[in-house]
């Protein structure tokens, strides 16, 4: 799992987790007090899914974020946190928090930081609490401290040391600064907050929604990871939508390049013997079968390649599809300026092609046309004869990147 982490109120060191594409558009996730980023992980799943980016911290005192020695966890504290990974990402994330989380995000954007964010979502975080039930929540997590010392993943002195009541009162004074979208989730069944107290509080807000998660009491990721995950993805998709990229006839050639990207490849290293009889090759995916009877495949290269004029000119050609264990190969044969047979085990096929060795599979062919293809030239070939390992996986290229086959 890939961990970053950032450096929050007076140096603390907080940990986060983060899965999906830094490109796509990203979810801040901020567990409750009391709970760790464990919580999000059927959440985690279905936001990568859904094509989002995202970043799940351990609160101060919580998980594998320091337990600062000083004890501060106090709300300015904890939103000092917030604010200095905020200020450190690439972009301002959707943030998905949890009750403790929820009301040090509603303080955090509330006060000053309204740009940091593009859309709240607050999660089991209720915006009223009488003393006698929060007290007993207290209670309840100091029990468990007492019985599992020195094995609970959060530091028991936070509950002392954040003031709930004066939060929920900073909370109550400010949310209507927050303009972006919100969401406001709670359990139908939940018995620290009652309905028509959350659809009060939500008309703070300018631009809130208010959804309940059927049969589920507080901790709705918990009891209905299935109905929350939904509630959460719809409002994502109807309120901060993904950018989804175009390209129109016109446009930069490298949304072109990213839309034909989308097509999943495995990876061929094209190769042939110049005039002096040297190996030449160069990496290509844009390989294509094209017919059985007779047997053709093609190849496109571009009219800057420098193994282009061997290729057009020689009489037969080959393509080397290569495994997994093949990448650095596939570097090699894409690089200029070395000698990249040098280095990568190949011999010479019936028909006087380089054959890479080892590759899954290699195939020899002679010319069969050329076609004038833009900026590439189109070598259709006739296979000759096709070598192949069938127990060996591929070395796949799908959006600009490397990828290997998963089985589910
Ligand atoms: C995964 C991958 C796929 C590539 N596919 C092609 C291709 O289909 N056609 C092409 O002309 N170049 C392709 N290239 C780029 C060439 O391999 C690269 O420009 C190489 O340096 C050309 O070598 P040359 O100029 O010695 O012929 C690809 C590169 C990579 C990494």
Redesign the pocket.
Known sequence: MPIQEYTGFAGAKLQAEVQGWPEDPAVLLLHGGGQTREMWKPAVESLVQAGRYVISVDLRGHGESDWPEDGRYDLDAYVGDLKAILSELGSRPVIVAASLGGWIASVALAEDGEHLATGLVLVDAPPEIDAQKARKVSDALKKRAETDPGNLPWDVRFLDGFDVQSTLDRISKSASNIKMPVLFVRGALSELTGHEVAARFIENFRNAEFAEIKESRHLVTEERADLFNATLLDFLERRVPRFTPEYRSGSDARTLRDALGCFA?G??V?TGMNGKQEP????????TSVSLDPPLLL????K?????DTLTASEHFGVNVLHIGQQGI??T????GQD?FASTPWQRGDHDVPLLAGALANFECRQHEIADGGD?VIIVGEVLRAKFEPRRDPLL?FGGK?RRLHFA
């Open positions: 490849t990876v061929t094209v030449i090759g160069l990496t290509a995916n844009s390989f190849v496109c290269i571009a800057t390649a420098g193994s282009l596939s570097n044969f894409a690089k200029p990249r590439h290229y490397y």
